[in-house]
């Protein structure tokens, strides 16, 4: 990793693959290894968005090149005979960015209402 | 599971290395918690599609950072990356400009449908040493109704004409066709109908048709020029359809074609030679059983027409192959030239991408330490390589597309093809390929030898900086091989220039500079009557010769170099024609003047003059060849020479001239006075062309000289202006562009190996700087030093030259043809390359040697 380089304002990320903003907001409140990731955003959406193992791995590359994420340690998972699995943590450069996408998105939310185009109740 | 392993393999390797177990980790998971044989197939659906899609990503993410790390690269190495670019773009340049032209005259199928089948066909008159002698009007007749193995045949001869009717009259090359002519070829007109066999009937009025060129220039490209009708030689023509632009038949200078109608008189001379024909094969009937066929039936002619075909067969050939060994020749030797540059360029260019790779050596060391996958750093440099390569590559292709329009004098006319090959997806295939091959063989070769020998070992203190022994091995046998084809070249180039010069040497027989031409072609049948041609030729040479400066004028038939035909059979002293083997000779028609124009020495006798007119004996002047061959011993003066309709009487002796070009054999020339021809007989060799010797700017005079010819008769179109010097010039100018190319090439593989070796001994003195500090510090002296970097500069040169003496002697030997009587073994040449490649040796080892010398032991250890 080049240790150089200079943080890019958020605004240049956006806006956010909605991949890597299910994984960020997946790790939120807690690291995750990868399996969880997926189930989590699974669970989450209903079974809207299921990500595959090769979108989630090639979105964690980037990720942690881009700084959202670093591996938090290598530890068994519970759910996975003793295996060891790489877990994930959100920097708070990530957090910075989730939040700005989760902005972004929530404006067009209100636009949207503003117009008519979604009831209030929704 | 192994099947998921396997696909895995999609990835890039280090992003399969990352990620590989925790993407199995998944799956694992994954197929735990999917039960059911429907949930299983839907799985495995999701896993390929989602591999093959990431996959994909992964690797567009990987190009992307290579191209930008690259560009990087090259940005801050200018000048490295500006050398690799020149050197790729050159090699490749030559390549692709070279196959150009080569595939648009030997390759590449002549632009008519199927023109496999196509052949020519002539009469085989080889005992008298014309293999390809053109077919008498019922001959023709003769073979295209016995032969069986033809679809059809047609017969065509050039035609140049006076066309009036559209803008200016103009003077124009064409053909007479036969209509099955078209029907052989196969193409359609783009415009109307082509010429049918019912063209043929004398009864049919007269249709034309026309080249694309010449619908353009002289009628605007409008559609309605079908139903035109235009004078051609005051002879009312229909215009009925316009051919496409790649129709260029017979010749790219063809601009029309009118129907050739073999009736009355021109049935009954069998050795009036002047067709041209063309015919297609049957499907099932092959070349050999063609010329079995005709063999046979030109036999049977030989029986029936003893007198006129004795002797006489018939040979065929496709007609792809009516190109002369000397045009085929310089092309393949363009080719093998350019392939010699491009071995130059790669070597060269593997030579400095190989010191390149090691001069990052320690740097990709140090990346490799801090944990830059292997494989990753071997793709940034190889990335760093084809972008190289690729720029280079565009820029050659696009040098080739500018010069190869400046080589047209290498395509020759007797094809029926454009001067200029199109640039199509051909050219930019073959630099493509040549781009990829280049740029993959030795922009991957130094990386990848970097990636076997890359360790840790850049980082160990004090390690030299990476030359091992195989290295310095194969780049000293890049560099052998750079002097190897540069000798080869410099040989080529060199035996060229000689024949060249030996060309230029050749006396033409007349003055060359000094002259001016033009042609006045007489509209027949206006000027049928040779009184009527004579008061034109009189009222314009008068006017002409009062012109300020004008030394002398004078008219004849064709000129030198650009009509080479026009030979006839003479009979000399009364002795009967011998058929089998008749004395030829160059027949013109001249006006008085034309030997002073062109200062052509009289030898003996006398000039034609005013005084010899239709009803006083007729004279005739002849060449000292001529001379030599029929009265050796003899006064020729008063001799009496027969032809065609009468007895001539030799009234002087001329020096010979060159006719048939600066290289060839010429035959004895006679010259008849125009002003005693009959009327109506050999129209064809009415004096048409003008020459001029003047003194001071030639230019001054062409306006001058048009008023003159207008004022005589203002339907004579004035054509072909241009110094006599010119016609001579265009004689030698293949000659000239072989020179010119070849001696490019040679330069710049002159060049490019002084460059390589320079790089190759530069490299090794920087990379043995330590060595030679030791050196010093145990009493070497600075010569000493110097003869060991020139020794080896010396030693690689000699193999090179050895090995290129080998080669250059075969290449030459090969060339013979083309060197004009130059011995292919030529010691000044050889001498003067083996020079210059000594030449290259020095040049490239000056800098280093002088660097080695101040090496200085201090420097050497403190550089540790």
Not at chain 2, 600 to 606: D, F, K, N, S, V
Not at chain 2, 792 to 797: C, E, K, N
């Amino acid at each position: 990793m080049d240790g150089m380089k200079i943080k890019p304002i958020p605004d240049e990320l956006m806006p956010l693959p909605s991949a890597v903003f299910h994984i960020l907001v997946s790790l939120a409140d807690v690291d995750r290894h990868g399996y969880a990731i997926i189930q989590d955003v699974t669970a989450r959406t209903g079974g809207e968005v299921k990500l595959g193992p090769g979108t989630l791995y090639r979105s964690i590359q980037r990720m942690l090149e881009q700084d959202l994420i670093v591996e938090a340690d290598t530890r068994p998972a519970p759910d996975a005979d003793d295996e060891r699995r790489r877990y994930y943590r959100i920097t708070p450069f990530g957090r910075q960015v989730a939040r700005a996408e989760a902005e972004r998105l929530s404006g067009l939310v209100a636009l949207a209402r503003a117009r008519g185009l979604l009831s209030r109740k929704a | 599971m192994r099947w998921y392993s396997a696909l895995l393999h999609l990835y890039p390797r280090s992003f399969r290395v990352e990620y590989g177990d925790e993407l199995i980790a998944v799956f694992r998971s994954r197929a735990r918690d999917a039960r059911g044989g429907r949930a299983k197939v839907s799985l495995w659906l999701e896993v390929i599609l989602d591999t093959a899609t990431s996959a994909a990503a992964a690797h567009l993410d990987l190009a992307r950072q290579d191209v930008r790390s690259a560009a990087r690269a090259v940005r801050r190495s200018p000048g490295f990356s500006l050398t690799v670019v020149l050197v790729a773009a050159l090699g490749i340049g030559a390549t692709a400009a070279a196959f150009a032209v080569t595939d648009h005259v030997l390759l590449r199928p002549l632009p008519f449908s199927r023109p496999e089948r196509l052949v020519k066909l002539y009469q085989d008159q080889s005992f008298r040493g014309y293999s390809r002698m053109e077919l008498s009007p019922p001959n023709f007749l003769d073979w295209q109704r016995e032969s069986r193995a033809f679809l059809g045949m047609g017969a065509y001869s050039s035609w140049s004409s006076n066309l009036l009717g559209a803008g200016d009259p103009v003077r124009l090359d064409g053909a007479t066709v036969t209509g099955s002519v078209f029907a052989v070829l196969g193409v359609a007109p783009s415009l109307g109908r082509a010429l049918t066999t019912i063209d043929d009937q004398p009864a049919s009025a007269r249709a034309l048709v026309i080249s694309h060129s010449l619908w353009m220039t002289q009628f605007g490209g409008r559609p309605d020029v079908l139903g035109q009708s235009v004078l051609l030689d005051d002879e009312a023509h229909t215009i009925v359809g316009v051919m496409p632009p790649s129709f260029n038949f017979p010749s790219r200078q063809t601009s029309f074609w009118a129907p050739l109608r073999l009736t009355g008189e021109l049935l009954e001379d069998r050795t009036n030679w002047y067709l041209n024909v063309v015919a297609r094969l049957k499907d099932e009937v092959s070349l050999e059983q063609a010329r079995a066929e005709m063999k046979g039936i030109a036999a049977q002619l030989a029986l029936a027409y003893p007198d006129a075909n004795a002797r006489s067969g018939a040979t065929v050939i496709e007609l792809r192959d009516e190109v002369t060994r000397q045009a085929r020749l310089t092309l393949w030797a363009l080719a093998g030239a350019s392939l010699c540059m491009l071995l130059i360029a790669c070597t060269n260019l593997a030579s400095l991408l190989l010191s390149r790779t090691l001069d990052r050596h320690r740097e990709l060391s140090v990346r490799a330490a801090l944990g830059a996958g292997r494989d990753r750093l071997v793709r940034q440099m190889l990335t760093e390589n084809l972008l190289l390569t690729a720029i280079g590559g565009a820029i050659g292709g696009i040098a080739a597309a500018a010069v190869v329009p400046l080589v047209t004098r290498l395509v020759p006319i007797s094809l029926p093809i454009a001067d200029v090959p199109a640039l199509d997806a051909r050219l930019l295939g073959i630099c493509l390929i040549v781009t990829m091959g280049t740029g993959l063989l030795f922009g991957v070769l130094p990386p990848l030898k970097l990636a076997s020998s890359a360790s840790l070992d850049g980082l160990k203190d004090g390690a030299r900086t990476g030359v091992s022994r195989a290295t310095e091995r194969l780049r000293s046998m890049l560099v052998v091989g750079e002097i190897t084809a540069s000798m080869v070249l410099i040989v080529c180039a060199g035996l060229l220039l000689q024949a060249l010069w030996r060309v230029q040497g050749v006396n033409p027989g007349f003055q060359v500079s000094g002259v001016l031409t033009l042609r006045t072609s007489l509209p027949m049948p206006k000027y049928a009557a040779t009184s009527a041609r004579q008061r034109f030729y009189d009222q314009v040479l008068d006017e002409i010769r009062t012109l300020p400066g004008v030394r002398h004028a004078g008219y004849i038939s064709f000129l030198p170099m650009v009509m080479r035909g026009g030979i006839w059979p003479i009979t000399v002293d009364g002795q009967p024609l011998d058929s089998q083997n008749p004395h030829t000779v160059s027949l013109r028609q001249i006006s008085p003047g034309f030997f002073d124009a062109l200062r052509i020495p009289l030898l003996r006798g006398r000039d034609v003059r005013d005084s010899d007119r239709p009803d006083s004996p007729r004279v005739v002047v002849v060449s000292e060849s001529f001379v030599k061959r029929h009265w050796p011993s003899l006064d020729p003066l008063g001799r009496r020479v027969s032809f065609a309709f009468g007895e001539l009487e030799v009234v002087g002796v001329v020096q010979d001239i060159k006719v048939r070009g600066l290289e060839r054999e010429s035959e004895p020339q006679i010259y008849l006075a125009a002003a005693q021809f009959p009327d109506n007989s050999l129209l064809y060799y009415s004096p048409k062309d003008l020459v001029v010797g003047a003194d001071g700017d030639l230019q001054a005079l062409v306006l001058l000289l048009r008023t003159a010819v207008t004022r005589a008769d203002p339907q004579v179109p004035v054509s072909d202006i241009r110094p006599l010097s010119e016609i001579v010039e265009a004689d030698m100018a293949a000659r000239v562009v072989q020179v010119r190319v070849l001696g490019a090439f040679a330069a710049t593989a002159f060049l490019l190996a002084a460059v390589g070796l320079h790089g190759l001994l530069a490299f090794s003195v920087a990379a043995r700087t330590r060595e030679i500090g030791v050196r010093f510090a145990l009493g070497a002296t600075p010569a000493g030093v110097m003869r060991l970097v020139v020794g080896r500069g010396l030693l690689l040169a000699a193999c090179g030259i050895g090995v290129g003496l080998v080669l250059a002697a075969w290449a030459a030997s090969a060339l013979q043809t083309l060197l004009f009587g130059v011995d292919p073994r030529h010691a000044g040449v050889y001498a003067a390359a083996i020079a210059l490649c000594l030449a290259i040796a020095v040049l490239g080892t000056v800098l280093p040697a002088l660097r080695a010398m101040r090496v200085d032991l201090l420097d050497a250890i403190r550089a540790e």
